[in-house]
């Protein structure tokens, strides 16, 4: 079973900001693509479906698909990799199957398989609730940084998000993935950067409620429950999803924005698009 750092445990679902750009975020409409390109070419996308129709054989697939390139905190304190890994392949012990474990075949690179973590999903939902909260704030916030440095920004924080959870639980052999402890850095950078923009947001009252609350609302509920859940306050399925990490990544994002908003220049006006008057003779 693989570690998920993907959103979960909000109250508001945010669709869409109010909060123009100067530009067009290729940066952060190309970590959506690569998102979803990983996904499809992995054997995640092949298990969607009935969970009880999915074969052993396919489990086994995915585990060790997770364990060669996601984040294992054990092996990242370490800096080696584990001395048995899953093979894929199917085996029994008294007579119930399960995913044969042996040395590994391969070489790991332990530094790396944090980079490659952050693009790997274990479902449909865990992939587009991230795109989605990424596709909602991340435009504004590259648009503050910079293409460059908001591209760093966002692989730092993954890394940061990572060994900040591992180093709480370092004896964890199972695999993190998931991109949200990039994404929820740039939660806290956008909470720090645009507090009073309006967010479209969808609220579970009967249905659900579409209703457009200031930014330092939403995301401030939202690490308000992450830091709830991490803390063990609640009963969740926190098993499977690293809410420490998300805590961390929030605070982390937030920490380098501020130094963003008060070291670098003054976000300029957006130019005007109406047409210019026309001249009377």
């Known amino acids: 079973m693989a570690v998920h750092l993907g959103q979960s445990g909000g109250v508001v679902l945010p669709v869409h900001d109010v909060n123009p750009v100067r530009r067009t ?4 409409y190309a970590l959506i693509a690569v998102n979803i390109v990983v996904f499809l070419l992995s054997p995640a996308y092949m298990l969607i479906g009935v969970e009880s129709n999915v074969s052993t054989a396919e489990l086994c697939q995915q585990q060790a698909f997770f364990d060669h ?12 990799q584990l001395p048995a890994v899953p093979t894929g392949q199917v085996g029994q012990s008294e007579g119930v199957e399960g995913c044969v474990v042996a040395p590994p075949t391969y070489e790991k690179n332990i530094f790396v398989s944090v980079l490659s973590s952050m693009f ?3 479902g449909w939902l865990h992939l ?4 989605l909260f990424l596709w909602v704030f991340g435009n504004n ?3 503050r940084f910079g293409r460059l440095r908001y591209l760093l920004f966002y692989l730092a924080t993954g890394y940061v998000a990572a060994y900040g959870f591992a180093a709480a639980d370092p004896s964890l052999a199972q695999p993190l993935i998931g991109a949200s402890g990039a ?5 806290g950078a956008y909470l720090i950067l645009y507090p009073r923009a309006r967010v479209w947001s969808l609220v579970p009252f009967l249905l659900f409620l579409p209703l457009k609350l200031p930014a330092w609302f939403v995301l401030g509920l939202w690490f308000v429950l992450q830091w709830f859940y991490s803390s063990g306050y609640a009963v969740t399925d926190a098993g499977e ?18 130094f963003v908003r008060a070291l670098g220049p003054p976000i300029p006006p ?3 698009r109406r047409r210019p008057a026309r001249r009377a003779y």
């Open 241 to 258: 999803v690293a809410f420490l990490a998300h805590v961390i990544g929030f605070l982390f994002g937030a920490v380098i924005a501020s």
């Open 128 to 131: 587009l609730g991230n795109m």
């Open 69 to 80: 390139y996601g984040a294992i905190p054990q092996e990242m304190l370490e800096n080696k």
């Open 141 to 143: 916030v590259e648009d």
């Open 120 to 122: 790997l999903h274990a």
């Open 270 to 272: 957006l130019p005007d």
């Open 183 to 187: 994404v929820s850095g740039v939660l």
């Open 25 to 28: 975020p290729i940066v952060t």
